[in-house]
């Protein structure tokens, strides 16, 4: 069983510009849950992806958007980049339509803004 | 909202000590309750999870009972070892509104350092 894979392992960009980052979920799992994780805090929702289709969203404006692909995969986008955007971005996959949608995490993307 | 309030770091014990790191919630509902583990660079790993009232899930010598009368989640582990160091977050499943499914809510994290 291949576990959630997630790349680049780590990113630097400057202010004003935008980043994808990449997920790819744990082989038969179909919902997709970006989570962004400030240094020394705990994670914080971004959003979710079912069928290809945000379902349900955190505290995050606009310019956090996402994609999801018919394998499952999924992309978060991150438009004019902020300093306060320097965080761990983490992917989790899960089943969604079973007894238990338990999350399963990747290892993560640091992002830094400078 | 619902949330997570979890003990405050860092804790630091010797080896063979007996670890409490506490966790209570807040929820509406009656969400399942989770523990994971973050080791150094690492994401995060499933370390036990309960998914209703006096359930108790375990791994790893680890422990932690779901308690609705105190709304507690505490995890308890009887020997620790150096291998145990790490931040630990407690979290719960919080109801997407509208959508019916599911995201996590996560505590602060606690940071234990274990001396050999």
């Known amino acids: 069983e291949t576990g959630v894979t997630q790349s680049p392992t780590h990113l630097i960009k400057t202010r004003g510009q935008q980043v994808t980052l990449r997920c790819s979920s744990q082989?038969?799992?179909?919902?997709v849950s970006w989570y962004q994780q400030a240094l020394g805090q705990g994670p914080q929702f971004i959003f979710q992806?079912?069928?290809?289709?945000?379902?349900g969203r955190g505290n995050f404006p606009p310019r956090f958007s996402g994609l999801q692909f018919p394998n499952y995969s999924s992309e978060l986008n991150v438009n004019a980049l902020e300093l306060d955007d320097s965080a761990l971005y983490l992917c989790?996959?899960?089943?969604?339509?079973?007894?238990?949608?338990?999350?399963?995490f990747g290892p993560g993307t640091r992002l830094t803004v400078l | 909202g619902d949330s997570v309030t979890q003990m405050e770091g860092p804790v630091t014990l010797s080896e063979e000590a007996f670890l409490t790191i506490n966790c209570t919630y807040t929820?509406?509902?009656?969400?399942?309750l989770f523990w994971y583990v973050q080791y150094p660079g690492e994401g995060l790993q499933l370390l036990l999870k309960?998914?209703?009232?006096?359930d108790k899930g375990s791994n790893k010598g680890f422990e932690a009972t779901y308690r609705k009368e105190t709304t507690s989640f505490h995890l308890e582990k009887g020997s620790v070892q150096v291998s145990d160091s790490a931040v630990y977050f407690c979290?719960?499943?919080?109801?997407?509104?509208?959508?019916?499914?599911?995201?996590?809510?996560f505590g602060t994290g606690t940071r234990l350092t274990i001396i050999p």
């Open positions: 082989s038969g799992h179909n919902t």
């Open positions: 929820a509406t509902g009656y969400p399942s």
């Open positions: 309960a998914t209703k009232a006096d």
């Open positions: 979290a719960l499943s919080d109801l997407i509104s509208n959508f019916g499914n599911e995201k996590l809510t």
């Open positions: 989790a996959s899960s089943f969604r339509g079973g007894s238990t949608d338990t999350q399963y």
């Open positions: 992806y079912y069928r290809e289709e945000e379902n």
